[in-house]
């Protein structure tokens, strides 16, 4: 069983930054990449930014030279530092851990998600 738990978010202006963080805890020996995802009121969850196996990483087109991603292997971690925040960055952020048991077995089709955190930019 794997464990995440986010913190961070709040309300800002637009112009300016915030971070969120997530920590996956557990049975993390399966995990291969994590990130975030977002989801504002009447819309899709989104792809915001993912930290892939082997370093790669992966960008919402929406959030490329504002939002910076950070991985910690060894410690299980991932922070999204958010600058230049709009109004349009407004939405609960998810942790995604992609990787996990399945059958006992180690299985990239495993995902567990964090209980959410809210981010509001105002205008």
């Known amino acids: 069983q794997v464990h995440v738990v986010e913190s961070g978010g709040g309300l800002v202006q637009a112009g300016g930054s915030l971070s969120v963080s997530c920590a996956a805890s557990?049975?993390?020996?399966?995990?291969?990449?994590m990130g975030w995802y977002r989801q504002a009121p009447g819309k899709e969850r989104e792809l915001v930014a993912m930290?892939?196996?082997?370093?790669?990483?992966r960008y919402a087109d929406s959030v490329k030279g504002r939002f910076t991603i950070s991985r910690s292997l060894v410690q299980n971690t991932v922070s999204l530092q958010m600058n230049n925040l709009k109004p349009e960055d407004t939405a609960a952020y998810y942790c995604?851990?992609?990787?996990?048991?399945?059958?006992?077995?180690?299985?990239?089709?495993?995902?567990?998600w964090g209980q959410g955190t809210q981010v509001t930019v105002s205008s």
């Open positions: 930290s892939l196996r082997g370093g790669t990483i």
């Open positions: 995604s851990v992609r990787g996990g048991r399945k059958n006992y077995l180690c299985s990239e089709e495993v995902v567990h």
């Open positions: 557990g049975d993390t020996v399966c995990i291969h990449a």
